[in-house]
């Protein structure tokens, strides 16, 4: 939680330091900003979660309501299901997304992995959750080994 909140004031210092005395952004400059494509802007705009005026033909967002939107906006790691978080991180809980960083994997490899029998995951509503003695088993198993199997044929060739 403080992370991300260090993160989000070391994300507006750079929009200052940017944009310079700017508070008003164009639909590219906020969709750049947000690291989303045009089309998730327009959406936010048409579905009320995202304040901007249209200016005759050009649509114009307050930096100020921007950063509010970044702050509202929808995020896996806050998800619940049953009332309980679903990637609950303290607890050993983490998503397909996260294990694939951890592991520095593609998340489609986790994906078949999962559906392959290779790694052990729980399906909560529409989502994948891991355990991370899950993710150990995992990684000693297949990720260990193939990296193994790799170093043995470069030795060989």
């Known amino acids: 939680m403080i992370e991300q909140k ?20 164009s639909i590219t400059e906020a969709a750049k900003i947000n690291n989303v494509t045009r089309q998730a802007i327009y959406v936010a705009i ?13 649509w114009m967002i307050n930096l100020d309501d921007l950063m509010d939107y970044r702050k509202q906006k929808y995020s896996r790691t806050k998800s619940t299901f049953d009332g309980e978080l679903l990637f609950d991180n303290r607890k050993g809980f983490y998503s397909i997304n996260q294990v694939a960083k951890m592991l520095n994997v ?3 490899k986790l994906y078949y ?3 392959a029998g290779y790694l052990k995951a729980s399906r909560k509503g529409a989502a994948w959750v891991i ?4 993710v150990k088993a995992y990684q000693e198993s297949y990720i260990s080994k193939k990296a193994s199997k790799k170093q043995e044929h470069i030795q060989v060739g």
């Open 6 to 25: 260090n993160q989000d004031a070391s994300k507006e210092e750079h929009l200052v330091s940017v944009l310079g005395n700017k508070k008003i952004v």
């Open 46 to 58: 048409k579905l009320k979660k995202l304040k901007a005026t249209k200016d005759t033909s050009r």
């Open 106 to 108: 593609p998340a489609q």
């Open 113 to 115: 992995a999962t559906r």
């Open 131 to 134: 355990h991370n003695e899950d």
